[in-house]
Structures are given as C-alpha cells and as structure tokens.
C-alpha cells in the first residue's frame, strides 16, 4: 500500500527535491500529501508549487506564542494524515506534543555523524573540531535535540582546504541520497525500532 508522506521544511528546500525526484523514479511506495513550511519566505515553497505539490504555511512569525504555533502545526499535520512525516531542513526544535502524536513515523536530516555535532551549524562544529571524517544522519525524532534512534548515516571526508560552504556542499550530496533511501525503507516496512536500535530487514 502506498503511503502517504508530509514534508516540512524551513528554507532551501534541497532535500525536499531529492525526495520528490525519487517519488517520481518510482522507488518508493509513496505519495507525498503536502509540504508543510514555518517561513512564508523559503524557497522550497516554489519547488513544491512547481512540483503539484500542496503547500500548507504555518506561518510561525503570526503567532503570539509558540505553544499557539505548535498547536496549530499539530492540527495542520494531522489533517494530512500522514503515515511519515518527514523533516527536511526544519529550523526549529519539534515541540512535545508534536513528536509524541508522530512518535515512530517522524524523520529528520542532520548534516553530521550523530551523536557528534547535533544541533545548529554542524558543518562548523565539525571544522572546528578539525575532525577527518563527517557526513550525515537521518534518525527517528524524539524528544531530544537530534538525539533519536538512527535509520542510516553516510560519510563525508573533510579535506584541509574545506571551509563551512564546501563542506556543506559534499554533505547534501550524500543528504540527498540518505534520505530518500530512508524513505524507502520505511515506506516498504523494513523499519523496526528496539530502543535505540533501528533493525533494517
Ligand atoms: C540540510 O543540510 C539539512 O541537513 C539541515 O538543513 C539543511 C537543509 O537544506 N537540517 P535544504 O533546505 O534541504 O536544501
């Protein structure tokens, strides 16, 4: 059975294409419902128009409190039904509400080897550790910061000329191949979370 994805996304809106591209190769059993963005400014608004794919704004700038913004969230996600949410370039940290109705069936992209380098700016984490090796993970979210059980991960040489952008640049490259490939594994059932452990059949 096909099932029924929501993106939400906060800007570029890079990896948000990657999965779609992959939806429309047909590799994944899945529809995506909506693209659901906090900024009336991202760009990934005008990949999803381009792509037929509805755009649902919770606009996090119009409202008075941030309790007030994740229960409208909520209410938006719900609507769509989704069997996945997926985060892909979400800026903000998911409120609790949020991650304990989606527990199990919500994603997100970081762009560095967790559990190193959570949180914001991970390619400038990593530089300035001066680590040799980074990349990227895609995990289940709960309610820690990028702190979920992982799905997969791909690496990243660090090179001593690499500054914050061209790091960055070789990350979403292997982004755009983890993620939809974590897609695809949930998509088909392959997915099992024993506490921290997620078993790939
Ligand atoms: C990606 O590096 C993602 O890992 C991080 O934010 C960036 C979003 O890029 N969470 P894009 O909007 O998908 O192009």
Known sequence: MEKRIVVVASGR?????????ALKRGTIPAICVALITDNSKA?????AKSECIPVILVDYATFSSRELYEQ???????KTQPDLVVLAGYMRIMGRGVVKEFSGRMMNIHPA????????HAQRQA????????GCTVHFVDDSLDGGPIILQ???RVMDEDDEDTLAERIL??????LPEAIRLFCEDRLTIEGRKVRTR
């Open 127 to 134: 530089l300035l550790h001066a680590v040799k090796v980074t």
């Open 154 to 156: 791909r690496c990243v």
């Open 113 to 120: 080897l967790l559990p190193s380098f959570a949180g914001l």
């Open 72 to 78: 409208a969230l909520l209410t938006a996600l719900k």
């Open 43 to 47: 760009y990934v608004i005008e990949r």
């Open 13 to 21: 809106g890079s990896n948000f294409q990657a999965v779609i591209n």
């Open 173 to 178: 490259i292997q982004e755009h191949i983890a």
